[in-house]
Structure formats: C-alpha cells, structure tokens
C-alpha cells in the first residue's frame, strides 16, 4: 500500500477532525490530503496566534486555508502567561502543546468532531520533544507518523500536489530560539522576528537567530554562508542586527540544523534546566 493510499485510509476511518494548522510544509500537505479525503463539514483548520509565532505564519495560513476553502478558525495562546514557559526549562515545549492541545480538545468537543490531529512526522520522533506528552495527554493523533511519512516524502508529494508550501522553509515557534534556562520575553521574541525577517530580506531563506542573551548565532544554510564571506554583506547584518539590540553577531560554523539548543542536552545539569542561564 502506498503512503498517500494509507495516510487517506487512516483519516476516512477518523471521519471528523480539528487539525493544528501552522502554515508550514507539513500542515499544509497534511490539510490538503483531508480536504480531498472527508466530506464537507468534517474538517476544521485551526491556528493558534501568539507573540511565539510570526505575522508572516499567520499570513500564509489564512492564504492556504482560504485558497483550499477550508473553514480556517483563528485562536489566542497566552504562554507568556505560563512562568512555566517563561523560564525555559527543558520541558518548555510541554507547556506551550498543553494550551494548545487543551484548546483544540475543546474546539473538538464542541463541534462534536471525533480527533485532534498534528502535522508530526517520522524524522520529529528522533529528536527531543516534550510537546509528545501532552499529545497522549490530549490523545492527538499524528496520521502523518501512522501512515510514515519523513520530511522529504512530504514535500515530494506536495510538488506533486502543486501545493505552494512544498518548498517552504522548515518553521518552529520563536520560542526555540533559547537556550534552555533563558528566560523568554515578549521583546526578545520580536527581536528574533525582526532579525530574521531581515535576514531572509537578503536571499536567505532558511535562518535561525539563536539568542543567548546579548549574543546572536547565526545558523543557515551551508550554500548559504559563503554570502557572509562578503564583508559588505558581513556589515550590514551586524549593524541591522545590533541596532535591534545585540551587543555581539556570530554565524554558526556548523550552519543550520534542527533541535541544535538540544545538543547541550547530553552535558546540561538539572539545575541549569530550571532556571540559570545557559553559558
């Protein structure tokens, strides 16, 4: 049976269902395939807005949505309201799917639809992620896991889909810019979205601002760095970036990768977690 085949078969026999809808690669594709797969009133898209999402997330959301003609439903989550999510432990991302799974329960509940379902796939369940307990917590479900679909097999059946997302790239809440044990801030999340936003202003497209306090790393793309080898290009990044409020600018040697604040994770000891900022 062929992955499209089994991914379909699996939400037929959901018949109802909430999806968690970002706008990204994966959504979009898993979205797309419910819409073809459930009858009309059976298939509601929702996304959480908050100062941890960009308004650029937001924007290409409503476009999909509508453009599929998918009822599109807009909430607020409040996890600068949580001191959970605010000091940053290493459970962070707990904390901040707790909301949203309970919010979309609710949603769920109250349209009388059967499943809440994430865009998860099978390359997310190698690395660490604490939002997969309130995912049992919830019982969410993740058919893009059942049925075995990788990253690069999503954006190969989204080109054949001639979906706009299919090369979008890769998304993460703004949150997963700190080290764990740095506390989060309404101003340092604008701060990352701004330098971001301008980063990708200059032909980079795949970019993470890490923040470790006063410092900015870098991460993009190896074909990309040899853009920062151009000292004028060097220059104009550092001075947009410190008028935003960094004191110091580096780029990532070892370039963009996901999960890379969960490297530290092998020699960072509990107390540092909790709470004490991460050097």
Known sequence: MSK??????????????????????????????????????????????????TASELKQA????????????????????????????????????????????????ENRFKYVLDASNIDDIRDYRPGAKAKKEFKVRSPLIEAGFSKDYIRKFSRTLNLNTANLPSMACLASRFPYGEKINKKAL???????????????????????????????????????????????????????????VTLDIEGYRTGSLNEVLKVLRPADAAGRRCI
Not at 80 to 109: A, H, M, Q, S, V
Not at 218 to 242: P, Q
């Open 190 to 248: 604008k701060i990352i979205e701004l330098a971001e936003k301008y980063i990708k202003k200059q032909g980079i497209l795949q970019v993470r601002v890490r923040y470790h306090y006063n410092i900015a790393r870098i991460e993009v793309e190896k074909g990309s760095m040899k853009r920062f080898f151009d000292e004028k290009f060097r220059n104009i990044v550092a001075k947009k970036l410190k008028r935003l409020g960094f004191k110091y």
């Open 4 to 53: 499209i085949k089994k991914l379909k078969g699996i939400l037929k026999s959901m018949e109802s269902v909430v999806v968690a809808f970002s706008g990204g690669v994966d959504s979009s594709f898993l979205l797309k395939t419910a819409k073809d797969t459930l009858p009309d009133g059976k298939l509601l898209a929702v996304t959480a807005v908050s100062e941890a999402y």
């Open 62 to 109: 409503k476009r999909f949505a509508k453009d599929l003609g998918v009822r599109h439903k807009i909430i607020h989550t409040n996890e600068l309201k949580n001191k959970n999510f605010i000091n940053n432990p290493i459970n962070r991302c707990y904390y901040c799917k707790k909301e949203l799974f309970g919010e979309l329960d609710r949603i769920k509940k």
